[in-house]
T-cell receptor, first 114, second 109 residues
Framework: DVKVTQSSRYLVKRTGEKVFLECVQD?????MFWYRQDPGLGLRLIYF???????EKGDIPEGYSVSREKKERFSLILESASTNQTSMYLC?????????????FGPGTRLTVL | GQNIDQPTEMTATEGAIVQINCTYQ??????LFWYQQHAGEAPTFLSY??LDGLEEKGRFSSFLSRSKGYSYLLLKELQMKDSASYLC??????????WGAGTKLIIKP
């Protein structure tokens, strides 16, 4: 069964802290994505990766960085957390290639920055 | 710019039929996805359309008109477990997904 897991379901951090969110998939997918989801807004792409050690900025990369050292693992890093980064963070993965490649999502991490 | 529009919220009755509309404007188009997301859970895939017409999958059907930039998701024989948000997303020319804000569907007995 297809699986994407995220390190935490709920996380509370303080302003200025460095935050690591981890995502692991067991489907041997090439593509991995980090989104944030806020009420009234669609999923917004933060960063994505097509391969190990490769990363591409999405629509809202400011304040975030990512790391992909292994194919199955994609980490999102908040260098210095701020209150406006309080959100639901969703990781997804998919096969590489053009056309219909369904994205599979993890359960999400609800991050609160105080 | 790229944009997806869908209603914020809809209410329907158990056993009835509901149609959730989605209009899109993207740079190029390579298909339209519908996802279901229950509160506090991850989105799960429902359907993908790239050609015009209706695709039926059990109680759920999805329709696409490329010339009109329009899609809808049709849910029949509504059940209480169908209460969820329904996300529309279009695949642009770079094969990036552009997401709508989602439609919260409330089912009443």
């Amino acid at each position: 069964d297809v699986k994407v897991t995220q390190s935490s379901r709920y996380l509370v951090k303080r302003t200025g802290e460095k935050v690591f969110l981890e995502c692991v998939q067991d489907m041997d997918h090439e593509n991995m994505f980090w989104y944030r989801q806020d009420p009234g807004l669609g999923l917004r792409l933060i960063y994505f990766s097509y391969d190990v050690k490769m990363k591409e900025k999405g629509d809202i990369p400011e304040g975030y960085s990512v790391s992909r050292e292994k194919k199955e693992r994609f980490s999102l890093i908040l260098e210095s957390a701020s209150t406006n980064q309080t959100s639901m963070y969703l990781c997804a993965s998919s096969l590489r290639g053009e056309g219909y490649n369904e994205q599979f999502f993890g359960p999400g991490t609800r991050l609160t920055v105080l | 710019g790229q944009n997806i529009d869908q209603p914020t919220e809809m209410t329907a009755t158990e056993g009835a039929i509901v149609q959730i509309n989605c209009t899109y404007q993207t740079s190029g188009f390579n298909g339209l996805f519908w996802y279901q997301q229950h509160a506090g859970e991850a989105p799960t895939f429902l359907s993908y359309n790239v050609l015009d017409g209706l695709e039926e999958k059990g109680r759920f059907s999805s329709f696409l008109s490329r010339s009109k930039g329009y899609s809808y998701l049709l849910l029949k024989e509504l059940q209480m477990k169908d209460s969820a948000s329904y996300l529309c997303a279009a695949l642009d020319s770079n094969y990036q997904l552009i997401w709508g804000a989602g439609t919260k569907l409330i089912i009443k007995p």
